[in-house]
């Protein structure tokens, strides 16, 4: 069967990607984040005295390894900020506040946060703030809940600090999760459309004649579209096979299992799928095999043997 | 005019460009489905095939897409197989172009395929963007990429370098500038709009959308054989400076600076400076480190502020640039193409035409 590609019914799904971004810290990070922990804002000072806050662990402008700590105030000065009246999920506050810069008493440079602040007309650059410390302190930048306006002079220096801290922070953990609205595009949304009617649609590329399944809308010889659409199968052939011998977590198949190329009848490549319905050590190449649905299934669950005689090679050969 | 000055091995120029309209949303489209016609376009503007370009090189982002690998999709278009010459890089593509030119310099190759393309719409690009910070300090409290870009304006309107009704003229010249090109999101008058994060107005902040963009680079002859006038790239440099936002002066860009010193941008008079310029007052940075006056036409292609496809919108700068450079409109241009918050890593290319 050969149809021209019909308009795209768009399909669409959310996709989330959640990932705990696991980082082991260093001596100045570590030292950074427990004092945090501790209610104490540490920084760095390099050769020529600069006081960095927060601190890194390479002088950015010589690239000398760092490692003197100093203490600094909770208290400093703004040195650049944004009103965000709107927002966004995770951020500091969930009322309006500014995005800060602050250079605190004794450092050099700025940290960034939020500043808790009833409206933008009480913000301005050179405003005095302090930190606000999170109830709940655990070795991490959120440990700093905000700062807040703070009517006081500038206070000192910056002391030595030897950095030492009982239960000092080794690591963090920046959870992170994004949402995305996923489209697979034209071609792959005719693949996953046909497979809810138990069908396999592949495309043909117009140039070399040859049949993608699934499709992607792409000849990757070729580098043009695929256009026709060819539905495939059901039946196929092996063309070449593993036999499972670990079990995979969360999957409900016994071991050993087989695990095949399987070229359908009619496709220019092979796809790949379990094969059932017969022991393990007697699927070779040339079996014929047919999809095995499971009520409500969206895609095969395995294939089986059709019964059929075997493929000769030649039939299969160029797709191996 | 005389000949250009090249300072490198090999002569090497952009001698095509092309790019897809850039939209809001393609949901119809997969990535390579998006890129593919792009591609077609920039080689029938040669008239090379895929399987003659010497070097593939690519720019885009996992993240942008939500999967891994995600730059493989888009080979399919190129017709990878046989097998190419092909690198990737998870960035603008106008870094890929960086490394296709070295590529060329090198004798390995005489053309380059160099695209890039980034699907905005699938994610929320503002929150995606926060995943590049620093993981330590900055990334925990999600600072979105407008965030930022709103507190280098306040540097600049507290250092007296601009204030918000030039900031909207900015908006307002770029857009007015896109209604001569038919690829932009946004064209014509535009409101300034509500605050996003204050001083940025909607006006001050590009739009979001889909698209992609390509060039063709030759070497030499090849160059002048594919095309009637190669803008050859007489300077092209990239440079970074510290991560830490609060280690910076907001309102300058020394790696800009250095980069265009590098690459010959004052040795002697521009006529067109395509800059990559996503918000209206990182224009305002970019104009002064790079001491363009008022003979030079900024972005009138409408830039970033126009369409600011993720991955493509610093290599579509080039390759306005370019085009302007083929069509004879001009004879010197600057491409600047920008990554990271609040102009953190530039590059900046010199493109020049043959005397006429
Ligand atoms: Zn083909």
């Not at chain 1, 946060?113 to 302090?130: C, F, K, Y």
């Not at chain 1, 009517?151 to 030897?162: F, I, L, N």
């Not at chain 1, 059901?234 to 011998?245: D, E, Q, R």
């Not at chain 2, 296709?100 to 395929?113: C, P, S, Y």
Request: one cysteine or more; proline letters at 8%.
């Amino acid at each position: 069967m050969t149809a021209p590609a019909s308009p795209p019914e768009v399909l669409r799904a959310p996709l989330v990607v959640e990932f705990p971004f696991t980082r082991s810290l260093g001596p100045v990070q570590s030292a950074f984040l427990t004092g945090l922990r501790e209610g104490v804002v540490l920084g760095v000072k390099t050769s020529d005295g600069t006081v960095m806050v927060p601190p890194v662990e390479y002088d950015p402008r010589t690239a000398e390894e760092i490692r003197e700590l100093v203490e600094v105030a909770a208290t400093g000065t703004v040195t650049t900020w944004a009103w965000n009246g709107r927002p966004r999920p995770n951020q500091p506050l969930d009322t309006p506040f500014a995005w800060v810069l602050v250079k605190l008493d004794g450092a050099d440079t700025a940290l960034l946060h939020a500043l808790d602040a009833p409206g933008p007309e009480s913000v301005r650059t050179g405003m005095r703030v302090r930190v606000r410390w999170a109830a709940e302190r655990t070795g991490a930048i959120t440990d700093i809940a905000c700062f807040e306006p703070h009517d006081g002079p500038a206070a000192g220096q910056a002391a030595p600090h030897d950095g030492n801290f009982a239960e000092p922070v080794t690591g963090i953990v920046a959870e992170a999760r994004l949402d995305y609205s996923y489209s697979p595009g034209r071609a792959q949304t005719a693949y996953i459309s046909g497979l809810s009617e138990q069908k396999t649609i592949g495309e043909r590329c117009p140039s070399c004649h040859k049949v993608y399944v699934p499709p992607r809308g792409a000849c990757p010889t070729c580098g043009v579209a695929t256009t026709d659409q060819v539905e495939v199968g059901p039946a196929g052939t092996v063309t070449t096979y593993c036999i499972v011998n670990i079990k995979a977590r969360n999957l409900d198949i016994e071991v050993p299992y087989v695990y095949a190329h399987i070229a359908l009848d009619g496709a220019g490549l092979a796809l790949h799928g379990r094969i059932g319905g017969i022991p393990y050590d007697e699927v070779r190449m040339g079996l014929r095999v047919e999809p095995v649905w499971t009520e409500g299934g969206r895609y095969p669950d395995h294939y089986r043997p059709t019964g059929e005689p075997d493929a000769d090679y030649d039939a299969y050969k160029e797709l191996i | 005019m005389p000949r250009p000055t090249v300072r490198y091995a090999r002569d090497v120029a952009v001698v095509a460009f092309a790019q897809s309209d850039h939209l809001r949303r393609t949901d119809e489209l997969s990535e390579v489905e998006m890129v593919m016609p792009v591609l077609h376009q920039v080689l029938a503007q040669t008239g090379l095939k895929a399987g003659e370009i010497g070097f593939t090189c690519s720019g885009s982002s996992d993240y942008l897409a939500g999967r891994a690998f995600s730059f493989t999709m888009t080979l399919d278009g190129v017709g990878a197989w046989p097998p190419i010459s092909e690198s990737h890089v998870e960035m603008d593509g106008a870094w890929a172009l960086y490394e296709a030119w070295v590529k060329i310099q090198t004798g390995e190759a005489d053309t380059a395929l160099v695209y890039s393309y980034g699907k905005s719409s699938p994610g929320s690009v503002r929150d995606v963007l926060t995943r590049q910070l620093d993981p330590y300090y900055l990334a925990p409290l999600w600072p979105d990429s407008v965030a930022l870009a709103a507190l280098q304006a306040q540097a600049l309107i507290d250092a007296g370098e601009t204030d918000e009704p030039a900031l909207a003229a900015i908006g307002a010249r770029s857009r007015a500038a896109a209604e001569a090109n038919p690829h932009a999101q946004l064209s014509g008058s535009v409101p300034q709009g509500d605050y996003q994060v204050r001083p940025l107005r909607t006006g001050d902040c590009p739009p979001i959308g889909d698209g992609a963009a390509a060039v063709i680079l030759a070497a030499g002859d090849t160059a002048r054989r594919l095309c009637a006038r190669p803008a050859w790239i007489t300077g092209i440099d990239h440079r970074i400076e510290a991560h830490a936002l609060g280690l910076r002066d907001l309102t300058d860009s020394p790696s800009t600076r250095i980069a265009a010193e590098r690459a010959g941008v004052f040795e002697a008079p521009l006529d067109t400076a395509e800059l990559h310029a996503p918000f209206s007052s990182q224009e305002v940075v970019l104009r002064k480190v790079l001491g363009l006056g008022d003979g030079v036409a900024v972005n009138p292609s409408g830039g970033a502020l126009a369409a600011n496809p993720v991955m493509a919108a610093g290599l579509i700068r080039i390759g306005e640039a370019a085009a302007r450079i083929h069509r004879g409109e001009s004879d010197r241009a600057v491409a600047h193409a920008t990554s990271g918050p609040c102009l953190q890593q530039n590059l900046v290319a010199v493109l020049e035409g043959d005397p006429a």
